[in-house]
């Protein structure tokens, strides 16, 4: 850990439940467009090529890898707009180097300025990542998640096992080639004993070079259907049933203005996860995080349930 990390690391956030009070007043009776969760991409270098992903495709541009004063000044305009919730992402985010600085140093100064900070990696690094939580990427158990991410599956198994962090889930992108799987990975990750649970989304086709995966509405519908059953039989789906249910059609409404997003070369977009990444489609939407935390400004109890278990469950 940096020094300098170090010495000024201090929590700024000492209650969550009067912090979240004042974030919600501010949005719901003051009419404030505060948002709520922030997307920072570090870098698009990755050490796979998964077929769902055009980032890694991305990682020769010229600014792919963000420098550390760039995303100390990303993170400040996030502070000042209000937002709660930092999640980092790539490529292939643990891979981010800038000098002496690693991508453990950005998390600890995020989390002396914001309420959670979160992880999304591709399982292949050691875990001990400093976040409050810390998302694995697993698309199903070898055969398929190998097809799909570059024969990366023993070793993320490996260092699953390994772990010590106290809060890792699993995220999976359902696409045409994995979600007859499903029921096989929620049971994996039932039996696993340092996973917490199971987080899902559908394939979105940003149509950048990356492999076609997209689900036909009859297939969305049908793996809905089987998250359901397999969620009312007690496997560790943390997505919630009403917003589950949304995406059928995606029937849903969406809040976007409480998202932000930061990409490697520094720019902020306000929005929609997609402004600034890709051709944005709403009928293909699979972002389930957006439904939940839309969910969440709506005040729905399933999505506000599925938040608390996510980030503030301790």
Not at 33 to 44: G, N, Q, R
Not at 50 to 70: G, K, M, V, Y
Not at 135 to 158: A, M, N, P
């Amino acid at each position: 850990m940096n020094k300098n990390i170090k010495r000024n690391l201090k929590p700024s956030h000492l209650s969550w439940p009067l912090d979240l009070s004042w974030f919600f007043l501010q949005r719901k009776i003051l009419e404030r467009k505060i948002p709520l969760l922030a997307s920072f991409k570090v870098t698009y270098r990755c050490n796979l090529a998964c077929r769902a992903c055009p980032f890694h495709l991305r990682s020769d541009d010229q600014e792919a890898p963000i420098s550390w004063n760039t995303a100390i000044g990303a993170l400040e305009s996030l502070r000042r707009s209000g937002v709660r919730v930092v999640v980092f992402e790539g490529g292939e985010p643990l891979l981010w180097r800038d000098g002496s600085y690693r991508l453990h140093d950005l998390v600890l100064y995020a989390r002396a300025h914001f309420l959670r900070v979160a992880v999304t990696t591709n399982g292949t690094l050691p875990l001990d990542v400093p976040s409050h939580t810390l998302w694995v990427s697993l698309d199903g158990l070898k055969e398929t998640h190998d097809y799909l991410r570059s024969d990366s599956f023993d070793q993320i198994c490996s260092n699953i096992k390994k772990t010590r962090h106290p809060r890792v889930f699993i995220h999976c992108t359902l696409n045409r080639r994995n979600w007859r799987n499903v029921d096989d990975l929620a049971k994996w990750v039932h039996e696993m004993p340092t996973l917490k649970g199971l987080t899902v989304q559908f394939f979105y086709p940003y149509n950048q070079g990356e492999e076609d995966l997209s689900v036909s509405p009859e297939e969305r519908r049908a793996v809905i259907i089987k998250l359901l059953e397999l969620k009312k039989s007690g496997l560790p789906i943390l997505n919630s049933v009403g917003r589950l249910k949304a995406m059928v059609d995606n029937s849903w409404r969406c809040h976007d203005d409480i998202l932000i997003n930061v990409d490697p070369d520094g720019t902020i977009t306000k929005g929609c996860y997609v402004k600034s990444r890709g051709e944005i489609n709403c009928d293909a939407c699979g972002f389930t995080p957006v439904a939940e935390a839309s969910g969440a400004l709506d005040f729905f109890p399933g999505s506000l349930y599925a938040g608390w278990r996510l980030f503030l469950k301790t």
